[in-house]
């Protein structure tokens, strides 16, 4: 699989220069859980709004023009700052949280049935365990 991302950047170091700029701003105060969630909940709509009205052929950012791109992976990352702010302030090991939900998510969708039963349906896992029980 072709890499995508910069390799070098953990999610522990942009946890680590999230806090330092929170720190030497004196913004701990006002990171509590409730206005990071809020504030990410805020981003996630900024997000919303590079897709907004968007035609069903204008839905591929590869197509987008530079500053479109840019403005989206601007956005993207608001997103990401505050959700990896949100899991330091809960203490939430998040790389681990996420490789443990990734692993859980293999046995809820087991690759095999959703080829072979439901290949590129968006049936609700649910559907899965009763066409599982039905073998
Ligand atoms: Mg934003």
């Known amino acids: 699989m072709a890499e995508r991302f910069e390799k070098t950047l ?4 942009l946890r ?9 701003r004196n913004w701990n105060q006002y990171h509590t859980p409730r206005n990071l969630l809020l504030a990410m909940t805020g981003e996630v709509g900024e997000l919303c709004e590079c897709f907004q009205w968007r035609g069903d052929n204008d839905q591929n950012p590869d197509a987008w023009t530079a500053a479109e791109r840019e403005h989206l992976g601007e956005e993207l990352s608001d997103v990401l700052i505050y959700l990896i702010r ?6 939430v090991d ?6 443990d ?7 809820k969708y087991p690759a095999a049935v959703c080829i072979v039963q439901v290949q590129g349906s968006s ?11 039905k073998k």
């Not at 949100?86 to 203490?91: G, I, P, Q, S």
């Not at 049936?123 to 029980?133: N, S, W």
Request: proline share 2%; net charge neutral; aromatic share 6%.
């Open 10 to 13: 953990t999610l522990e170091d």
């Open 16 to 24: 680590k220069k999230i806090a330092a700029f929170a720190d030497e």
């Open 86 to 91: 949100l899991a330091d302030k809960c203490n």
């Open 94 to 99: 998040l790389p681990a949280a996420a490789l």
């Open 101 to 107: 939900k990734i692993k859980k998510n293999a046995i």
């Open 123 to 133: 049936l609700k896992y649910t559907t899965y365990e009763t066409t599982q029980e």
